[in-house]
């Protein structure tokens, strides 16, 4: 997710210990104590997969970036120090979380089946829906910056998504997304392709439009049966 609360917290200074180690050591400290160590600490791995896959795209497109921060119960973002110059920059950073955070977490789900783990099976359900929930089309979430490559309005499309999550399941980390969207969804309204700075930034071809889309489309397919399925496989082993 970039730099989703630095847009909040951009003028604050946070101590070394919100950053990198010092943050995942607290998030790990945080979550245990309400969903068990063992299940926070194999989240916060493929979170940290997840944002590691933002950060070596990021290095890949030459863009100076720092290492994952992690927020307790909410999340974390890789700091974007510079701004992509281009929408199929930000796409290619954007996809390569999910992307990379999706087959850490078909290790996790083969792993759990091949020991017959009901704990791994978790946190591989947990990575899914992680990786499924940010690609959800809507800024700043990656799905949102994955298919501004092709148009910002398609952000239009997913705000009902977002408002319908954050009104069944509220969290901290929703709210604080849902708010972020607003000025977004209101960019996303007004855009005007023929405006020379959108003209400029959103300048991708039409393959490279379709291949993004096809990507984006792909993945979420993947990942909402993966989803589905291991969460009924959850639901199976409960009930035994």
């Not at 783990?117 to 978790?122: E, G, R, T, V």
């Not at 899914?128 to 398609?154: H, K, M, Q």
Request: net charge positive; charged share 15%.
């Amino acid at each position: 997710m970039k730099s989703l609360f630095a847009l909040l917290f951009g003028g604050m200074k946070f101590s070394k210990l919100f950053t990198s180690g010092g943050s995942r050591l607290l998030s790990l400290v945080a979550s245990a104590v309400t969903w068990g160590w063992r299940f926070a600490a194999g989240f916060i791995v493929l979170l940290l997969i997840h944002e590691m896959g933002h950060y070596i795209a990021a290095r890949q497109r030459g863009l100076p970036v720092g290492l994952p921060t992690f927020i307790p119960f909410i999340g974390a973002w890789v700091e974007m120090k510079e701004q992509p110059v281009d929408a199929e920059t930000e796409a290619y950073v954007a996809f390569a979380g999910p992307f990379v955070g999706t087959i850490a977490s078909f290790v996790v789900y083969l792993l759990s089946r091949h020991y017959g783990s009901d704990m791994l099976l978790a946190i591989a359900y947990s990575g899914l829906f992680l990786n499924l929930f940010n690609l959800l089309p809507v800024s700043p979430l990656d799905g949102g910056r994955i298919t501004a490559v092709v148009s910002p309005r398609i952000w239009l499309i997913g705000a009902p998504f977002l408002v319908a999550m954050t009104f069944y399941s509220p969290s901290p980390a929703l709210i604080i997304v849902a708010l972020v969207a607003i000025p977004q969804l209101i960019r996303a309204w007004k855009f005007d392709p023929t405006d020379p700075e959108n003209a400029r930034y959103y300048c991708a071809s039409a393959a490279v439009r379709i291949e993004y889309a096809m990507l984006y489309i792909g993945l979420a397919a993947l990942l909402g049966v993966m989803t589905y399925d291991v969460h009924e496989m959850l639901a199976s082993a409960r009930a035994r």
